[in-house]
């Protein structure tokens, strides 16, 4: 074999891991495995659509319900009961609507991406998602079962850019205990067209949603259906950005307090009304104190986000 001949032969095995490894998604070590080649299905392809109902191989507590099924929807949502067609996000809390919403928006996978999901017993995968667990909730959870659901570099309804967004819930049990983590490594849009966004950008509009909603409980993540929602992969209820973890079989959240509908940091303060004269606080107890008490002198009241917030009034400087 001549020396031309054999550079040749070099640069085709070179080149075949790359090709190989085009076939299925890029993993990050953030997200956990999905795609093909861990025997994941695929939602079909098409605009607002989604599974059928998937039949659970173990049962899942959510707010004290037992479920054995669920719905993965295109647009960004896992559902129980019914499935989710609707792309613009509705204000929580929806009656008679029971669902765990990662990034609930209009995604169109007609346009790009794919939504894969699967339900595992693997050990290997069971026991990392249980030393997760473990650590942000200070439990000992040995899970028996997960489902894993992922939105692969999903596109926006009318894109007209190369924006999408890559995210990941997970569901996981043991038998008493119910774990819902959601999980976002790229988010770079919020809005599809039919909800007011604009074709180059994906933003503006009714931005995304993303929390819970049954019947009597909600929970809305910090910042949902605002613009600031593009943001989510850097906050985070356990300290690493683009994670948040919830025990849903009884509601608890580690690394702070629920007040309302909306999660407080330990050690977060906020005042409850637009006069600021009630100020809240989330205690290491988990538990939120509220007293009687206004605005230092020289500041003023001012709405940030959900709540209000005392800011040191410019015309006095």
């Known amino acids: 074999m001549d020396m031309k001949t054999w550079d040749c032969w070099m640069l085709l095995l070179l080149a075949l891991p790359s090709a190989f490894s085009m076939s299925y998604p890029q993993q990050d070590s953030f997200l956990y495995p999905y795609g093909e080649a861990h025997n994941d299905q695929v939602t079909e392809t098409e605009d607002d659509g989604g599974t059928d109902l998937i039949p659970f191989t173990h049962s899942f507590t959510f707010f004290n319900e037992i479920y054995r099924s669920c719905y993965v929807n295109n647009n960004g949502a896992i559902s129980f009961k019914q499935p989710v067609t609707e792309y613009t996000p509705d204000a929580f809390p929806i009656p008679d609507l029971y669902m765990i919403c990662p990034y609930w928006g209009d995604v169109d996978n007609e346009s790009g991406g794919s939504i894969y999901y699967r339900q595992t017993t693997d050990e290997k995968l069971l026991n990392r998602i249980s030393n997760d667990i473990n650590k942000m909730f200070d439990m000992d959870v040995v899970c028996e079962w997960a489902f894993i659901a992922t939105w692969h570099e999903v596109a926006y309804h009318g894109t007209e850019s190369n924006k999408t967004n890559t995210f990941q819930t997970v569901l996981a049990a043991d038998g008493q205990t119910s774990i819902v983590m959601f999980r976002y490594e790229c988010i ?36 949902s259906r ?44 906020m005042w409850s009304d637009e006069g600021c004269t009630t100020q809240c606080s989330c205690r290491r107890s988990g538990k939120v104190m509220c ?17 209000y917030t005392c800011q040191i009034d410019e015309e006095d400087c």
């Not at 849009?189 to 503006?204: C, E």
């Not at 850097?234 to 079989?249: E, T, Y």
Request: charged share 20%; proline share 5%.
């Open 291 to 307: 007293e009687d008490k206004k605005c230092d002198e020289g500041h003023i009241c001012v709405q940030s986000g959900q709540y």
């Open 188 to 223: 770079e849009w919020t809005t599809g067209t039919a909800s007011g966004g604009d074709p180059h950008t994906g933003l503006g509009g009714t931005p995304a949603q993303a929390g819970f909603n049954t019947a009597t409980e909600y929970f809305n993540i910090p910042f």
């Open 226 to 269: 605002t613009e600031q929602i593009v943001n989510i992969k850097s906050s985070s209820n356990v300290g690493i950005p683009g994670l948040w973890v919830f025990r849903v079989d009884e509601f608890k959240v580690p690394g702070g307090c629920m007040y309302s509908d909306s999660f407080l940091k330990f050690g977060q303060t």
